[in-house]
């Protein structure tokens, strides 16, 4: 029985931490005591098994891994990030998205719900964390939708659905945690989860579209009463096309000086233009624009300003993710700062929480790092290779098995969990096979984004739990008491969206392109058809004769002729006399 332990102690190391795990203990102290303790185990079973290598002295490397952990530069840019976001939530930047974009789809059917989603990828390319989205439009946008008749699943499932956007579409914060774990970087990475990403806003849409005309009902339009800032559309679009034809001008201009950056640098100086134009338009009432244009051009143009200066300098190479997220924080803080909600309170908040994550991070990191040690010295990963290179099926059986136990394991466990945990295990196997890691990254995050979704531990249902009604209540806009949502709605309204997922999942797996095209065009040359000629050794070469000099200047001091055609006949010398030929047959001496 001992023997049988000795031999299996990886997959009864592993099946204990699910255990601890599953019991609800904290994960990063699951990790570290389930590690501390098989080491002692494992120690002590070492005579018994060829598999084990652990022994007292191997602690003495943990200090070194730990220091590897808290040194991390790369992990620098979630505090960043998380501080950038809780400003922005801070600032009302959501309530005033959520308004005016209600507000530009306000007379179509369906038209909250695609603000929602549309906010939702707007606020996940800004502030990269679902609690703050998911909080911030449950509590603008939810009693909006029931007071205008939306049904209670649809409402709830696609508020939950839209704020786990966060967590694919860059900067996310688990796109830096898998990149760091799949020792890839974080801007190939982030330029990887773009359009697959987008493609996910994309079905969302489809899906509410779908529902318009499915269930008519279940998302009215906006009644005439409810647009505050009336018509205008036509207005809106005239502004943009004035805006690109600025923008083209000034690439134009720009062009001979500043080459292939001149489309960047046009558009900023069109959407600058726009911008300024709307700020005056508003400020001295001239009402050259329509109040709705004037409106979602004021709203929109700064959070796209952000996201350009996070994301655009990371994409563009000028800046590295850490440094994006340090200036997207600089950027947040302005903000707040020119709407005026720049306080104290504001910042200690936001950094209290920043703190509160970050702790949450390393100490999960730590307990990896403990329970990593131990599972290697009893060459865990080698098991878990094994087990999974030789499924049937190839990489496409490797990547079905992966996702359904990356799917089942995120009812039970969170995305930074997965990815302290899981990751580090499938990405030898993953590497082995062939898989390219940024794209496995990718289709690893977005089947995370479950863990979010689904019953009954879906982060993301919980925090809508947290701020939708649990009691009927009055409206303070109809005068109407309105019902609460159950908890049983918004699970139910999760599940379509989270088929979503999975369909986004196939996709991803069916059409790599998505993920592959941030490896860049590449040269267009086709290795297989480069040949490289390399000249032969035989009689054919000839050495130039320069008096033993292989024609250089001065001479090496070589026999002449060509050494390489077996010694032939030499040159007589200037006497007449022929040089002799020289003894190769012992070591040359110098006296």
Do not use: C
């Not at 531990?457 to 109809?478: C, E, I, Q, W």
Request: charged share 10%; net charge negative.
């Amino acid at each position: 029985m001992i023997e049988f332990i000795a031999d299996n102690l990886a997959p009864i190391m592993f099946m204990s931490l699910i255990v601890f795990l599953l019991l609800g203990y904290p994960v990063a102290f699951s990790l570290a005591a389930n590690g501390l303790l098989f080491f002692v185990i494992g120690v002590e079973l070492a005579p018994l098994s060829d598999s084990i290598n652990l022994s007292w002295p191997l602690l003495n490397a943990m200090p070194e891994r730990l220091w590897g952990v808290m040194s991390n530069d790369t992990l620098l840019a979630i505090p960043f990030f998380t501080f950038m976001g809780i400003v922005l939530e801070k600032s009302g930047m959501a309530e005033d998205l959520l308004d005016t974009i209600g507000q530009l789809f306000g007379p179509i059917r369906g038209g909250l719900a695609y603000a929602v989603i549309f906010v939702g990828a707007l606020l996940a390319a800004t502030t990269g964390v679902v609690a703050a989205s998911v909080i911030a439009m449950g509590l603008i946008s939810l009693p909006i939708m029931l007071r205008y008749g939306y049904d209670r699943r649809v409402a709830s499932g696609v508020i939950a659905a839209s704020g786990t956007l966060a967590q694919i579409i860059p900067p996310s914060l688990v796109l830096i945690v898998l990149a760091d774990q799949l020792g890839r970087s974080v801007g190939d990475m982030y330029a990887g989860a773009l359009i697959p990403g987008l493609v996910l806003t994309g079905l969302y849409m489809l899906y509410i579209l779908l529902m318009t005309f499915l269930k008519r009902d279940s998302m009215p339009a906006l009644p005439l009463e409810a647009r505050s800032l009336g018509s205008g559309v036509t207005s809106l679009a005239l502004a943009l096309i004035v805006a690109a034809g600025f923008a083209y001008a000034a690439h134009i201009y720009l062009y001979p000086a500043h080459g292939e950056n001149a489309d960047i640098l046009g558009a900023t100086v069109g959407v600058v233009f726009i911008y300024v134009v709307a700020l005056a338009d508003k400020a001295f009432n001239i009402n050259m624009m329509s109040r709705l244009a004037q409106q979602v051009i004021i709203v929109l143009i700064p959070p796209l300003a952000l996201i350009f200066l996070v994301l655009g300098t990371i994409f563009l190479g000028i800046a590295t993710p850490t440094e994006g997220g340090a200036m997207g924080a600089v950027g947040a803080l302005a903000m707040a700062a020119a709407k005026g909600r720049l306080s104290m309170e504001v910042v200690r908040s936001a950094l209290t929480a920043t703190t509160r994550l970050s702790a949450f991070v390393l100490f999960i990191l730590i307990g990896a790092r403990v329970f990593s040690l131990t599972f290697y010295g009893v060459n865990g990963h080698l098991w878990v290779e094994h087990l999974l290179v030789s499924m049937p099926g190839g990489e496409t059986g490797f990547l079905i098995a992966v996702n359904v136990l990356v799917f089942f394991l995120a009812f039970f466990l969170d995305f930074f969990e997965l990815a302290f945990i899981i990751v580090p295990l499938l990405a030898p196997a993953a590497d082995k096979l062939g898989i390219d890691l940024i794209w496995f990254g990718v289709l690893l995050g977005i089947n995370m984004q479950t863990s979010f979704m689904h019953p009954p531990f879906g982060f993301a249902l919980f925090y809508l739990r947290s701020v939708a009604a649990k009691v009927p209540y009055l409206d303070k806009v109809t005068g109407k008491v309105t019902q609460p949502v159950t908890t049983g709605q918004i699970y139910w309204g999760a599940v379509p969206f989270v088929g979503i997922q999975i369909v986004m999942v196939a996709l991803t797996i069916l059409f790599p392109g998505m993920v592959m095209h941030y490896k860049g065009e590449g040269t267009g040359i086709d290795p297989a058809t480069i040949k490289i000629e390399v000249p032969g050794f035989g009689t054919g070469l000839t050495l130039p004769d320069n008096d033993g000099g292989l024609g250089l200047p001065g001479g090496l001091q070589l026999p002449a002729g060509n050494p390489l055609e077996g010694g032939g006949d030499q040159k007589p010398a200037e006497g007449g006399a022929k040089k002799p030929a020289t003894d190769l047959s012992s070591p040359p001496s110098f006296n």
